[in-house]
């Protein structure tokens, strides 16, 4: 099992950046695939970007590529979440969370954080 805490949301104006990061504890971390997840009121959790254990593989929702970067530190135990270019569609609670294997899947993850809320403003 894995502790999963994000760190790093807040409110911006359109055109901005946000780093998001999530620390992880637990045993094993570079096994895990990492992914991030976004979710509004109202509205099913949406994946956004995924990474593998190593760095090689990463995915992206085609609404975020290009602006959006994942990238994880293992020696740090943390996943980050580059955010440039936001626009208001971005706006949500961003959820990190860890599966046994690299997926873009949610059935997938196990472990979640408890979010942290993103407000893009126009």
């Known amino acids: 099992q894995v502790q999963l805490v994000e760190s790093g949301g807040g409110s911006v104006q359109a055109g901005g950046s946000l780093r998001l990061s999530c620390a992880a504890s637990g045993r094993s971390f570079r096994s895990y695939g990492m992914g991030w997840f976004r979710q509004v009121p109202g509205k099913e959790r949406e994946f956004v970007a995924a990474?593998?254990?190593?760095?090689?593989?990463?995915r992206y929702v085609d609404s975020v590529k290009g602006r959006f970067t994942i990238s994880r530190d293992n020696a740090k135990n943390t996943v980050y979440l580059q955010m440039n270019g936001l626009n208001p569609e971005d706006t949500a609670v961003y959820y990190c969370?860890?599966?046994?294997?690299?997926?873009?899947?949610?059935?997938?993850?196990?472990?979640w954080g408890r979010g942290t809320q993103v407000t893009v403003s126009s």
């Open positions: 969370a860890a599966a046994p294997v690299f997926s873009v899947l949610r059935s997938m993850y196990k472990d």
């Open positions: 990474i593998s254990g190593s760095s090689s593989i990463t």
